[in-house]
């Protein structure tokens, strides 16, 4: 089945730098990307996604490629503020009509 | 912006008790899916449901678990006889289609077994 890697676990960087986090997923037949952002005691909330007919997306200080011969794609945060400070999780879409999600990347964003 | 709703937040419950973990989907999702996250790793995929069934299931959830969806708005997860080993979070999600829809989670509910 499918299986989703992500790197770094833990991200520091200083307000106003750029945050990278990359992912790669094993099954060739993904071709759903969602980018989730979990603060402390919340559910994952979606930031942004990419189909596989796609090879960037932006939205704003996000945006997200996606690279399908090598099967991985990566989130980039640009100009980051203290309240991007939180837990990003990458994920694909799998098989049975679920996600299956990296193990996330803890980013610290020091003002 | 519609929201999906989890109750109780935390849940504290005895090794063996039963607990059943609620949600209230957007209206309009025609997919509902529970998913795990134990303290500090992945969120893991439990189970979907569609058209009043089960459409797809993972390795964790066995004949302890079981989902229904009572009425037209809520979505539950049972866990008959719960073991120290399903303290985890608890995220509901809801989707318009497939996940390539993109899901909408709840804010889990915080299992606790003692």
């Known amino acids: 089945g499918e299986n989703v890697e992500q790197h770094p676990s833990t991200l520091s960087v200083q307000e106003g730098d750029s945050a990278v986090i990359k992912c790669t997923y094993s099954d060739s037949a993904s071709n759903y990307f969602p980018w989730y952002k979990q603060e402390l005691g919340k559910g994952p909330q979606l930031i942004i996604d990419?189909?596989?007919?796609?090879g960037e997306k932006k939205d704003q200080r996000i945006a997200v490629t996606l690279n399908k011969t090598a099967k991985h794609f990566s989130l980039h945060i640009t100009e980051t503020q203290p309240e991007d400070s939180a837990v990003y999780f990458c994920a694909a879409s799998g098989s049975q009509g679920n996600l299956i999600f990296g193990k996330g990347t803890k980013l610290s964003v020091k003002p | 912006e519609p929201e999906v709703t989890q109750t109780p937040s935390h849940q504290v419950t005895q090794m063996g008790q039963e607990v059943i973990l609620r949600c209230v989907p957007i209206s309009n999702h025609l997919y509902f899916y529970w998913y795990r996250q134990i303290l500090g790793q992945k969120v893991e995929f439990l189970v979907s449901f569609y058209n009043n069934e089960i459409s797809e299931k993972s390795e964790i959830f066995d004949d302890q678990f079981s989902v229904e969806r009572p009425d037209g708005s809520n979505f539950t997860l049972k866990i008959r006889s719960t073991k120290l080993e399903d303290s985890a979070m608890y995220f509901c999600?809801?989707?318009?289609?497939?996940?390539?829809?993109?899901?909408?989670f709840g804010s889990g509910t915080r299992l606790t077994v003692v």
């Open positions: 990419i189909r596989s007919n796609v």
């Open positions: 999600a809801s989707s318009v289609g497939s996940p390539n829809y993109g899901y909408t």
